[in-house]
T-cell receptor, first 113, second 113 residues
Framework: RKEVEQDPGPFNVPEGATVAFNCTYS??????FFWYRQDCRKEPKLLMS???SGNEDGRFTAQLNRASQYISLLIRDSKLSDSATYLC??????????????FGKGTRLSVIA | DAGITQSPRYKITETGRQVTLMCHQT?????MFWYRQDLGHGLRLIYY???????DKGEVPDGYVVSRSKTENFPLTLESATRSQTSVYFC????????????FGPGTRLTVL
């Protein structure tokens, strides 16, 4: 099982739609979870951290399910400006040669007018 | 507030040449990272550093050398560039533990002919 897996998409949705992305992770000891956003030909930028109790930031809601080892991102009332690739990020196993944060390959979202 | 900067932003070189990519951060973050991003692979960690004079290998370190004599700088050197090292290189930093959120520079697009 890959460390962090995401559906690559693309998800093509109309403006105003609600869209959800899921991500599964393999390291049951992981404690840090994030969603990043990456626009085409730009650097990844932190969208939000994911907390055990779930958290919301405006139109964005993140959830964590430790038992099933997945995290989700819900975007409500999609805007054209939400079009980007969304990266799921989880801390990796400790130890030399291991990656402190493991990045998923991303899910591409296109919001259409 | 400069944050994290990379130079050059674009570089074309030839096989066998030595190339150094620069990364500078103004936040006094302890941790710094180098990633490469290629289609189909997502972000892959090359090297990281927990503090000045402390570096560790990531997932794909072969062909790369790093140093960290000062907290704010983390240069990445390709000692003898190969075509397979054509990629987009991102530098990132994080405060304190390596599992905190990371903040990325704008990237360097490197082409090896």
């Amino acid at each position: 099982r890959k460390e962090v897996e995401q559906d690559p998409g693309p998800f093509n949705v109309p403006e105003g739609a609600t869209v959800a992305f899921n991500c599964t992770y393999s390291n049951s000891a992981s404690q840090s979870f994030f969603w990043y956003r990456q626009d085409c030909r730009k650097e990844p930028k932190l969208l939000m951290s994911v907390y055990s109790s779930g958290n919301e930031d405006g139109r964005f809601t993140a959830q964590l399910n430790r038992a099933s080892q997945y995290i989700s991102l819900l975007i409500r009332d999609s805007k054209l400006s939400d079009s980007a690739t969304y990266l799921c990020v989880v801390n990796g196993p400790q130890g030399s040669g291991n990656t402190p944060l493991v990045f998923g390959k991303g899910t591409r979202l296109s919001v259409i007018a | 507030d400069a944050g994290i900067t990379q130079s050059p932003r674009y570089k074309i070189t030839e096989t066998g040449r030595q190339v150094t990519l620069m990364c500078h951060q103004t936040w006094s973050h302890s941790y710094m990272f180098w990633y490469r991003q290629d289609l189909g692979h997502g972000l892959r960690l090359i090297y990281y550093s927990a503090a000045a004079d402390i570096t560790d290998k990531g997932e794909v370190p072969d062909g790369y050398v790093v140093s960290r004599s000062k907290t704010e700088n983390f240069p990445l050197t390709l000692e003898s560039a190969t075509r397979s090292q054509t990629s987009v290189y991102f530098c990132a930093s994080s405060r304190d533990r390596g599992y905190n959120e990371q903040f990325f520079g704008p990237g360097t697009r490197l082409t090896v002919l």
